[in-house]
């Protein structure tokens, strides 16, 4: 019985390490894909609806996963490795609690989605600025000249949740149960 559950055991961890994998690169090449506008992502939606599906410990591991890989295809950069692990995993480890306490509805998750990518903005605009020793003069061009960018991120993130989660949702509860529950 013992080495029928270490089996079982192994088996779900290779579906787990398997499912973070794909999608990490599916997130690679979307924000690949849109890399040329500034601000404007489908990464927030898909990060959110995968956590919403198969919960914060994975959600929150493959959010790690894409800040990695994506700092490996995109550049080392100080703020950037900061801000991707740090923000990344929060978003995911907060976008699975509405589905975790049965709200995940559209009314919820997009204002929390649009919150969230507005804070994106706010703690790089106090991120930069410390790393990089700005002046205050240079931290306040910096912090102006951010706004247009968040709103277009904002609005970004909005659109695509709108759009994204819901469809998404079902995709990727079809995935679970077809991986963990044959």
Known sequence: LSCSFSVISKMKQTKDVTVIAMYTALLIAAQY??????????????IAVF???????KGVILAVSFSVVRCLAFG??????????????????????????????IWVVVPL????????????????????????KAWSAYFYSSLPTMLTHVLSVTAGTLVLYAPLKILLTKIRIGLYNS
Do not use: H, Q, W
Not at 79 to 90: A, D, G, M, R, S
């Open 51 to 57: 956590a919403a599906v198969f919960g914060a410990k």
């Open 33 to 46: 894909a849109l890399s040329f506008a500034a601000g404007v992502e489908v990464v927030s939606a898909m």
């Open 76 to 105: 080392f950069f100080p703020t950037v490795i900061v801000l991707y692990l740090v923000y990344f995993p929060l978003y995911a480890l907060v976008m699975s609690l509405p589905a975790k306490k049965n709200v995940d509805r």
């Open 113 to 136: 989605a649009a919150a969230l990518t507005a804070c994106f903005t706010l703690i790089d605009d106090v991120l930069t600025p410390l790393l990089m020793s700005f002046s205050k």
